[in-house]
Every structure is written in structure tokens, then in C-alpha cells.
């Protein structure tokens, strides 16, 4: 039977990988950016208008799937934040548009497709996060506007982790690694085709047990 996929965040970088790669292992792909036009899939992906950070986009795409069951949901949809992340720098409306964009819009994508992923016999949502996030892993500061958003995803992993597991759902947040972006720079150490390769092993050994857990691309549990 064909899985089904939805990824946030396609237009380019990892989330156009996840689209590529998992369609051409065979997957249903949904495929959602703000612009579709302007992206290009060499195979057969539905490519759907999502602004993550307005309700009425994200509640008109799980309408026009409607019925539609959903085995992964991957939230990679994020922003960096700009370069005024550091302290007597930041600015009260960059950080607002980042916690929008990387914390209450996985949020709420998830909340609108619960349904749709109850329909799946075990479903799993993915929340991109980063070792940024990571309280523990902290050793230098600075970036408070992308760390601080991280983090909060990751507690909505490990709440929905809980809130959820009574539909079936599996909850993960995965870190990707360093990786060749237009966030990461060109000095990053991954490719997007080595940092999905590794993320999507990740989620296919996704068990109940590990629902509201934080991992590496490589499997590796990080510390929170």
C-alpha cells in the first residue's frame, strides 16, 4: 500500500529533498510552499499553497484533503531569524515572526491535520528542530531569536508526543545536522541528499517508544 507524506517548507533546501527523495521511493508526496509556482519536481509530487503563519492557509489545505489519510507529516517550514540575535540587538518584531514561523505554525499544521493522520495505521509527525534548541548543549549564547524557537518546538513535540498518543501518533523532533543551506552556508559538512538520507532512516525505525524524543540525522538521542 502507498504512503502518504505532507512536508512544509518545500521550495528549496531540505524540505524540496524530503519531497524528492520520498518520491522516488515510491510515497504519495504533498508537497507545500508559499509559492508553487516556482518550484520544479522532476517526479510525480502535488505541490499545494501554504503559508504556515496564516490559519486560513493551513485550514484550506487540510480541507482540500479531506478524507485523506496521512502517514507522516514532516513540519520543516522554519526561518533563521536575521543577524540581530544577539543581546541589546534584538528587535520585539523579528522574534514575534520567528516564533510564529517555527513554533505556533507546526503547532497548528499539525492541529489541522490531526484528523487526517488519525486515519493512517501509524502515523508520525516530524518537527525539524536543531541543536540550537538544545538547553543542555549550550556552550556560547548568542542567537536567542532561532535557540529560543527551537526550544519551544521541541516542547511541542514532547507535548503532542502525549497529547496525541491516543490517536496512534508518534511525535519526533529531529535535528538535521549542519547542512548545506541557505541557513546552514556553504562551509556546512552535509550535503541535503546525506542530511535527508539519514533523517528519513530516522523516522522509519519511528516506534511509540521514542514519541517526544529529540535525535540527531544519525539516530543519536540528544540531550535536551
Known amino acids: 500500500m502507498v504512503k502518504t507524506v505532507l512536508i512544509t517548507g518545500t521550495s528549496r533546501g531540505i524540505g524540496f ?3 524528492a527523495q520520498y518520491a522516488a521511493s515510491g510515497w504519495k508526496v504533498h508537497a507545500c510552499c508559499r509559492r508553487p509556482g516556482d518550484v520544479s519536481f522532476d517526479h510525480g509530487i502535488d505541490v499545494h499553497a501554504l503559508d504556515v503563519t496564516d490559519q486560513a492557509s493551513i485550514e484550506a489545505l487540510a480541507s482540500s484533503l479531506d478524507g485523506t489519510a496521512i502517514d507522516l507529516l514532516i513540519n520543516n517550514a522554519g526561518i533563521f531569524g536575521g543577524p540581530r540575535q544577539d543581546v541589546g540587538e534584538t528587535r520585539d518584531d523579528d522574534w514575534e515572526l520567528v516564533i510564529r514561523t517555527n513554533v505556533i505554525a507546526p ?14 495505521s501509524q502515523p508520525v509527525v516530524v518537527h525539524i528542530s536543531s541543536l540550537a534548541g538544545s538547553i543542555a548543549d549550550n556552550h556560547s549564547g548568542g542567537i536567542h531569536l532561532y535557540r529560543t524557537s527551537k526550544t519551544a518546538l521541541n516542547m511541542v513535540a514532547a507535548n503532542q508526543a502525549r497529547d496525541l ?3 496512534g501518533i508518534t511525535v519526533l523532533a ?3 545536522g549542519w547542512v548545506r543551506t541557505d541557513m546552514g552556508g556553504q562551509s556546512a559538512p552535509l550535503s541535503t541528499q546525506e ?11 519511528a516506534s511509540t517508544e521514542m514519541s517526544g524524543g529529540f535525535f540527531n540525522h544519525d539516530g543519536r538521542p540528544l540531550p535536551w
Open 107 to 120: 503547532f497548528r499544521v499539525t492541529d489541522a491535520l490531526r484528523g487526517h493522520l488519525a486515519r493512517a
Open 165 to 167: 498518543a491516543g490517536d
Open 174 to 176: 529531529l535535528h538535521p
Open 195 to 205: 542530511s535527508v538520507a539519514g533523517l528519513r532512516q530516522v523516522i522509519a525505525s
Open 17 to 19: 529533498e524530503f519531497a
